[in-house]
Every structure is written in C-alpha cells, then in structure tokens.
T-cell receptor, first 115, second 109 residues
Framework: EPEVTQTPSHQVTQMGQEVILRCVPI?????FYWYRQILGQKVEFLVS????????KSEIFDDQFSVERPDGSNFTLKIRSTKLEDSAMYFC?????????????FGEGSRLTVL | GQNIDQPTEMTATEGAIVQINCTYQ??????LFWYQQHAGEAPTFLSY??LDGLEEKGRFSSFLSRSKGYSYLLLKELQMKDSASYLC??????????WGAGTKLIIKP
C-alpha cells in the first residue's frame, strides 16, 4: 500500500541551526501539507502546497519557514534558524485531489528537538 | 471563525461502547474526519463523512449531521488498545483540515 514517508524520524539540533525535514508523498498525489504538534497540544496546520507553490499558510509559518519540492518526489520543510519553541513533531501529509474523498494520508512524523 | 469542539477526556470500560461527540464550524464544508492518535505517533485515519448519516466500519462508526454541525465517533466492544486520543477534523472549502484538540479515551479493565 502506498504511503507517505518522512526523514529523519528524530533530529536533535542546537538553537539557531538550520533544519530540513524531508517527505516523500504518495506518487500520484497533488496536494501536500505540513502540520506540527507540540508535545501535549493539538495538531496545527503550517502550510499547503499545490502546483509548485504555497496555496495556504498559517500564522506559524513565518519567514523562518520555507517549503520546496525540488525534484518532483521530495517535499521539504526548512527551518532557517531554529528556536526552542520549534521543538515538535512535524507531520507531512498528502492527498490526491481531483475528485478524491479528500482523505489526507500522513507520514510517521519527524520529531525535532531544539536544544 | 473556524472551530472544532470535542471533550477533552473520556473514560470507558473494556467491552463497552463509547460515543465521542464533535461539533464543528468551518468556512464551507468538504467533510469531517476522525483520526486515532497514540502518544508520540502520527494520526491514523479512521473515517470520513461528507453526507449525513452513519458510516460503519467494523467496531467503529461515524455519524454526521451537516445541518447541526455535529458528528460522533462510536466505538463498540472496546479493547485496551483503543486507549488513544481521537481527533475530529473538519475540511473547509479550501481543503484545510481544521483540527480539534482531541479526546483522550482511557479504557479501564
């Protein structure tokens, strides 16, 4: 069964360092999303991406964040200069679009710990 | 504004039935999802409703009333492994998922 894959599963970094989280969405999916979940809190929307551009982003997704689909398979989230409060689980998701059920398929998540 | 409301925590007994309610307000509506999430793991898909009525899938059923902005997830024959958070999420007109805070379900023997 096709699945969304994320790497790394866990990354520990120092405050101020750049981090890139990688996602490989399901191959025929057209819409991609990043969500995050701070420990013990609700899942929060960060950004959605379609047709090689951002379609929506939340207030959380400030200038420190960027997304890219560099090669037609990977979908990356970059945090330029990490802060302590960026520590969270980051989930990538994709959906097929175009007449689908709207179901989002999630990756296993990348746990980011900023020290 | 957009909002999803669900109870913070519920407790039930192994073998019993539990109903987790969710009310939603979204800008437009493209469906209502229920996800299960065990601590430290990604949410896993349980159900999707876009039309009124009950969808049954094994021990889990989900109900939607669009006129009332209301959904529930019904879990039957509860097992210890059903202890998890259950997330209600509404899909708005832009296909944004608006998440509830989740209902932590505690199953007791």
């Amino acid at each position: 069964e096709p699945e969304v894959t994320q790497t790394p599963s866990h990354q520990v970094t120092q405050m101020g360092q750049e981090v890139i989280l990688r996602c490989v969405p399901i191959s025929n999916h057209l819409y991609f999303y990043w969500y995050r979940q701070i420990l013990g809190q609700k899942v929060e929307f960060l950004v959605s991406f379609y047709n090689n551009e951002i379609s929506e982003k939340s207030e959380i997704f400030d200038d420190q964040f960027s997304v890219e689909r560099p090669d037609g398979s990977n979908f990356t989230l970059k945090i330029r200069s990490t802060k302590l409060e960026d520590s969270a689980m980051y989930f990538c998701a994709s959906r097929q679009g175009q007449g689908d059920t709207g179901e989002l398929f999630f990756g296993e998540g990348s746990r980011l710990t900023v020290l | 504004g957009q909002n999803i409301d669900q109870p913070t925590e519920m407790t039930a007994t192994e073998g019993a039935i539990v109903q987790i309610n969710c009310t939603y307000q979204t800008s437009g509506f493209n469906g209502l999802f229920w996800y299960q999430q065990h601590a430290g793991e990604a949410p896993t898909f349980l159900s999707y409703n876009v039309l009124d009525g009950l969808e049954e899938k094994g021990r889990f059923s989900s109900f939607l009333s669009r006129s009332k902005g209301y959904s529930y997830l019904l879990l039957k024959e509860l097992q210890m492994k059903d202890s998890a958070s259950y997330l209600c999420a509404g899909l708005d007109s832009n296909y944004q998922l608006i998440w509830g805070a989740g209902t932590k379900l505690i199953i007791k023997p």
